[in-house]
């Protein structure tokens, strides 16, 4: 059985526009797919009808066998532990150091009284700093998160997504933000991420070239339509074109 | 800027003058205000103040009774301030539209802030009195109740700016309600929210001793009995004091909020 | 899923029984937590030095509510007509209009000497330490020492509500006025305008709505310090009928309309300033 299966899915927010229209895939554990399409093409709200981050309208998500739109209050954040989320611009609690940023990821397996009074034990806090210290910022931990460098933001982003221990992790547009340098050890870490600790990963992208390096398969979506679906080899010149309009064509490999 | 724009803001700004004018003189005659008379009184007046607000050896023997008094007034601002301020919190969490858990409760805290903030304070303190006597909870209650008002607006005010992008992120992982808001939302408008409760606590001393004078307890009472009692002397030392008060407690505040904004 | 690396132990700090710490222990935290542990403990050391002559905690609560309901649920006049509630209200309307206008031609002239891009620096320092004085004498200590020289009446009033209205406006008039595009300054500077030519073809057509704006947030405060100094001062208006009605003829009822009146143009006055802080003042206004 697949890891994630989407059937049937459409979502509107008024009811002119359509966002997602009929969405049908399936994940299978460990794969490291790529999402590309042009902006407004509905890749946000598709990543974020997977953790019902955004309601699901019509049409069925299944995560690891439950019917995501189904969960109740309490089972659908039990569900979200199991999906990390990477986002472009990190969402960070500014103030806050490092180390306690990557300690909300434990949030979903504590009671609310145990959250609020930060009562981590040793063992995930100990965690914590193996995780920075694998995306080498561990020098890092103590400092606040606003005074980290984007890229080091974003290792801060996935070291937090990391320590839910997720199954699935999503990531929305998580190099859109950073320059080149950056962007190459963020993609590493995250290929990493897929290939060692087998979590399958789902990544937005616009950068077509980088979904072909990193991506096993990827899905092209188009006003919300999913109209490509393969692995990144087949992904052809006129695929692209088609995904992106005729007109954008020399802006898509920059 | 062409000559039309220019022509309607020349046109602008004298209806402005004109408004301004003309409620001004409306006042002036509702009110019974003398301009000429008021203008003439201000050198006596501070000839008046010069000569007889003066601290004398014979007043100072009264600063033991002067700061006991004062001491009231100051404790009593920063209790009703802290307490309100935890009050406020929560409805301002209610109120906010970032962390509201319902339309209804949001109603009702914006409703009761509302209530609070709009009736003045010497309302509520001569309301208060009725009931509770001449004592200091009359004035604390009578603080609490205003400042409760003020600062779930400015709480509410501190929370929308919050940057929603790192709930959004909480939520993600799956974090309850009280976990977001008290480790997403809190941390990033506390030092906002301190600055807050800080310049209240500076108004809420001024605001103190005018309650004070209606309630009859701290150092607005002192000072009002020495007045009536027309010892001057005495008055200019209570005035003093509070001045250096509020001084000292601004000084404070001022260093604080350099540090956390 | 083992994560292998060899972490750096210098790096994690601990407390002293030996647990990872989290918190950065850095300066801002420690000076939150410190001013709110000290706000606590001044808070509970508050109730020891209260004085609780005559309180009946228990009756007093029942009574203030019993009170409260009837004012609110039953209020009426007896002492006075509508009329003369109308004109009450109207007279203190009038007291706040006058301090806040005759506060904001003060201020404007204070604020060009306080503001950093248009005068000496020393110059602005007096300013700014001058009004610092004034803020901390309570407005309701400046209008009874008015009276004791020019009598009680609306000009104490007036000329008591001017010295925060000033202090108020000069500090927020200085602040706009330094925003002011220095370029524009300059370019004046550059054509040989004196001070005056700047400050009014230069100053005042780019400050002149924030200038506005601030006025009339004063007004709003002025007008519940008007209603207060009625009460406390005897300065006339609502207030001091306010005070008649709770304090000598202990009728709830008139207290009651009375409070309604005040708190329906507070709200009003309330609603307008909202509207002119969003417009012209996105970012949090403080005092």
Redesign the interface.
């Known amino acids: 059985m697949p890891l994630l299966e989407v059937k049937e899915l459409n979502k509107s927010y008024n009811s002119e526009i359509q966002v997602l229209k009929n969405i049908e895939f399936s994940v299978g554990a460990g794969e490291f797919i790529s999402i590309i399409g042009p902006s407004g093409a509905g890749k946000s709200t598709l990543l974020r009808c997977i953790n019902r981050m955004v309601e699901i309208e019509t049409g069925c998500v299944f995560f690891d066998g439950k019917d995501v739109g189904a969960q109740n209050k309490k089972d659908l954040r039990r569900l979200r532990t199991n999906i990390g989320m990477i986002f472009q611009h990190y969402n960070l609690v500014p103030r806050l150091t490092v180390i306690e940023n990557v300690l909300h990821g434990r949030f979903g397996y504590k009671s609310t009284i145990g959250g609020v009074l930060g009562l981590f034990t040793e063992e995930e806090k100990q965690r914590a700093f193996d995780l920075l210290e694998k995306l080498g910022i561990a020098e890092q931990a103590y400092k606040r998160c606003d005074q980290l460098s984007g890229g080091q933001q974003q290792r801060v982003g996935i070291c937090r997504a990391l320590i839910q221990e997720p199954k699935l992790i999503l990531c929305d547009e998580p190099i859109a933000s950073l320059d080149p340098n950056s962007s190459k050890i963020i993609m590493d870490h995250l290929k990493q991420i897929s290939t060692e600790l087998g979590i399958t990963c789902i990544v937005n992208l616009h950068q077509v070239e980088v979904a072909k390096d990193y991506a096993h398969r990827i899905s092209g979506l188009k006003q919300g339509e999913v109209v490509f679906d393969g692995a990144s080899p087949l992904l052809s010149q006129d695929k692209i074109e088609h995904i992106y309009g005729m007109e954008t064509r020399e802006l898509i490999t920059v | 800027m062409n000559e039309k724009i220019m022509r309607k803001?020349k046109l602008q700004?004298t209806f402005?003058f004109l408004i301004?004018i003309a409620?001004?003189y409306?006042?002036?005659a509702?009110?019974?205000?003398?301009l000429f008379?008021?203008v003439a009184?201000?050198p006596?007046?501070f000839a008046?103040?010069f000569s007889?607000?003066i601290i004398t050896q014979e007043a100072l023997e009264r600063l033991p009774d002067i700061l006991e008094k004062l001491?009231?007034t100051i404790?009593?601002s920063?209790?009703a301030t802290?307490?309100a301020a935890v009050f406020s919190l929560f409805l301002a969490l209610m109120g906010s539209k970032t962390t509201k858990a319902n339309n209804i409760l949001s109603v009702i805290a914006r409703f009761v802030a509302?209530?609070s903030?709009?009736?003045?304070?010497?309302?509520w303190s001569?309301?208060?009195?009725?009931?509770?006597?001449?004592?200091?909870?009359t004035g604390?209650l009578a603080l609490f109740v205003a400042t409760l008002g003020f600062l779930t607006r400015?709480f509410i005010?501190?929370i929308d700016?919050a940057?929603q992008?790192?709930v959004?992120?909480?939520?993600?992982?799956?974090?309850?309600?009280?976990?977001i808001v008290?480790?997403?939302v809190i941390?990033?408008s506390?030092?906002?929210m301190?600055?807050w409760?800080?310049?209240m606590i500076e108004?809420n001393i001024?605001?103190a001793?005018?309650v004070g004078?209606?309630t009859g307890?701290g150092i607005?009472y002192m000072?009002d009995l020495y007045?009536k009692n027309l010892n001057?002397n005495i008055?200019a030392l209570i005035?003093l004091t509070?001045?250096v008060a509020?001084?000292a407690i601004?000084l404070i505040s001022t260093r604080?909020r350099k540090?956390?904004l | 899923m083992a994560v292998q690396t060899s972490i750096n132990p210098a790096v994690i700090k601990r407390t002293k029984s030996g647990k990872i710490n989290i918190k950065s222990g850095n300066k801002i935290d420690l000076v939150v937590k410190w001013t709110l542990w000290i706000l606590t403990l001044l808070t509970i050391l508050a109730f020891f030095f209260f004085n609780y002559t005559g309180l009946q905690i228990e009756r007093a609560f029942t009574e203030t509510l019993y009170n409260l309901r009837v004012m609110f649920l039953e209020p009426a006049l007896s002492h006075f007509s509508w009329a003369e509630a109308f004109y009450q209200v109207a007279v203190t309307l009038g007291l706040g209009v006058l301090a806040t206008i005759f506060g904001a031609i003060i201020a404007f002239f204070l604020a060009l000497m306080a503001a950093e891009n248009l005068s000496k620096p020393w110059l602005s320092k007096t300013v700014r330490i001058f009004v610092a004085f004034i803020r901390a004498v309570p407005t309701v200590l400046w209008v009874l020492i008015f009276a004791i020289a020019a009598g009680l009446g609306s000009e104490a009033a007036v000329l008591g509500m001017l010295f925060h209205s000033v202090a108020y406006l000069v500090k927020a008039f200085s602040e706009s006025i330094e925003e002011v595009d220095p370029g524009i300054l300059e370019a004046l500077r550059a054509t040989g305008s004196n001070w005056w030519h700047i400050v009014v073809h230069g100053v005042l057509p780019s400050t002149f709505t924030y200038l506005l704006s601030w006025t009339f947030l004063r007004f709003e405060i002025n007008f519940s310090v008007a209603v207060a100094m009625g009460a406390a001062a005897g300065a006339g208006g609502i207030g001091f009928e306010l005070f008649m009605a709770s304090g000598f003829y202990f009728d709830l009822r008139e207290v009651g309309l009375i409070t309604y009146l005040i708190l329906i143009i507070a709200i009003i006055l309330e609603f307008i300033s909202t509207k002119l802080k969003d417009r012209y003042f996105p970012s949090t206004v403080k005092n």
């Not at chain 2, 001569?126 to 909870?137: H, K, Y």
Request: aromatic share 10%; charged share 10%; glycine share 2%.
């Open positions: 803001k700004l402005v301004i409620a001004t409306l006042s002036s509702v009110t019974e205000y003398n008379e008021s009184t201000i006596a007046a008046w103040i007889n607000l001491n009231e404790f009593m920063i209790a802290t307490i509302s209530l903030r709009n009736i003045p304070v010497v309302a001569l309301i208060l009195l009725i009931s509770f006597g001449q004592n200091s909870v604390f400015a005010e501190s700016e940057d992008k790192s959004e992120a909480l939520t993600a992982t799956g974090a309850t309600y009280f976990q008290s480790k997403a941390p990033q506390l030092p906002q301190i600055s409760i800080l310049f108004t001024r605001s001793t005018l004078i209606l307890t607005g000072f007045y001057y008055v005035t509070i001045v509020v001084i601004e604080i540090v956390i």
